[in-house]
């Protein structure tokens, strides 16, 4: 399974390589009440279509929501197949079928990931499934469950299993309560772990805003993606050679561009990278969910990002 996203080159409807097709939208799978299918597909087509659409990554879709959703892109017969990253919500015996379902709409749709949550023990056996089910042409992302508590051996083991096997890891960044935000210390932890061993990883729900902030609605944590990109960028350059161990420096590193607050700091260092960099950054992040991508575009023009 390729673990490397298409990423770089000429910029996407005018977005620069750095944010081309970075941002997926995760409005069916948010918390909270269930959105109407008809609402979120309009919404996001006409995101696609908008100003900001170069932005605009996969819709992520449940499995078990499939059906909906393909009845729904048939009423609107869209001018092009629109990418879609499968959201494994019925257990991996489902995965064959949704992928047959979504090979035979190819004029409406394209898979190009099949993201799932991992069990809490993790391990080769289970990978294998998941390698079975998951054929070549599609990027496994597996999620390897994370306890509430940050500093979890087992949890960054985990993370390095699904490395290993070759399928992508994917980062919760967000839920509905505080133990679903993983620490500074875990999303460190992470990003030296995947920059160490040269793949890529994608980032879900939770980054609402470009720079760390506590919502002061609930009291959570929240980090930025302009933190998560400008620690992507810093992991990178010194990250170490594949097999070695990570230095404590790097960690380190990291986890002063996650701790920042101010956006237009962040906006500046990711604005200063040259397009070599850029393309680096985004074939290790391949794309980060939002509940409201029009709303992360916005703030990429107030920025001066795109």
């Known amino acids: 399974m390729s673990t490397v996203p298409q990423a770089g080159g000429a910029p996407v409807d005018g977005v620069p390589t750095l944010l081309a097709r970075i941002l997926d939208d995760a409005a069916l799978v948010s918390p909270g009440p269930r959105r109407e299918m008809a609402d979120v597909v309009g919404a996001?087509?006409?995101?696609?279509?908008?100003?900001?659409?170069?932005?605009?990554?996969?819709?992520?879709?449940?499995?078990?929501?499939?059906?909906?959703?393909?009845?729904?892109?048939?009423?609107?017969?869209?001018?092009?197949?629109?990418?879609?990253?499968?959201?494994?919500?019925?257990?991996?015996?489902?995965?064959?079928?949704?992928?047959?379902?979504?090979?035979?709409?190819?004029?409406?749709?394209?898979?190009?990931?099949?993201?799932?949550?991992?069990?809490?023990?993790?391990d080769s056996i289970w990978l294998e499934r998941v390698t079975e089910f998951v054929p070549d042409e599609v990027v496994a992302v597996v999620e390897p469950r994370r306890p509430d508590a940050d500093g979890s051996d087992d949890w960054i083991d985990g993370v390095r299993r699904v490395v290993g096997h070759g399928c992508r890891?994917?980062?919760?960044?967000?839920?509905?309560?505080?133990?679903?935000?993983?620490?500074?210390?875990?999303?460190?932890?992470?990003?030296?772990?995947?920059?160490?061993s040269g793949r890529s990883f994608t980032a879900s729900i939770g980054l609402q805003s470009a720079a760390r902030h506590v919502d002061p609605a609930t009291g959570f944590d929240h980090h930025g993606w302009l933190n998560l990109l400008v620690a992507v960028t810093r992991a990178l350059r010194a990250a170490p050679e594949e097999g070695s161990d990570v230095s404590d420096e790097l960690v380190e590193d990291v986890r002063d561009a996650l701790e920042a607050t101010d956006a237009d700091a962040l906006a500046r260092e990711m604005g200063s990278v040259d397009e070599r960099t850029a393309m680096q950054v985004r074939a290790h992040l391949s794309s980060f969910g939002s509940t409201a991508p029009a709303d992360q575009g916005a703030e990429m023009a107030r920025l001066g990002l795109v």
């Open 44 to 122: 996001h087509l006409d995101a696609r279509a908008g100003e900001h659409g170069g932005l605009l990554g996969s819709l992520v879709v449940p499995v078990s929501r499939l059906q909906e959703f393909v009845a729904e892109l048939v009423k609107r017969r869209p001018s092009a197949p629109l990418p879609v990253a499968l959201s494994v919500d019925t257990g991996l015996g489902g995965v064959p079928k949704a992928l047959s379902l979504t090979s035979s709409r190819a004029a409406l749709l394209t898979t190009g990931t099949v993201e799932m949550p991992a069990p809490h023990d993790v």
């Open 169 to 196: 890891p994917k980062l919760r960044c967000g839920g509905d309560r505080a133990g679903a935000f993983p620490g500074v210390t875990d999303v460190s932890r992470f990003l030296a772990v995947v920059a160490a």
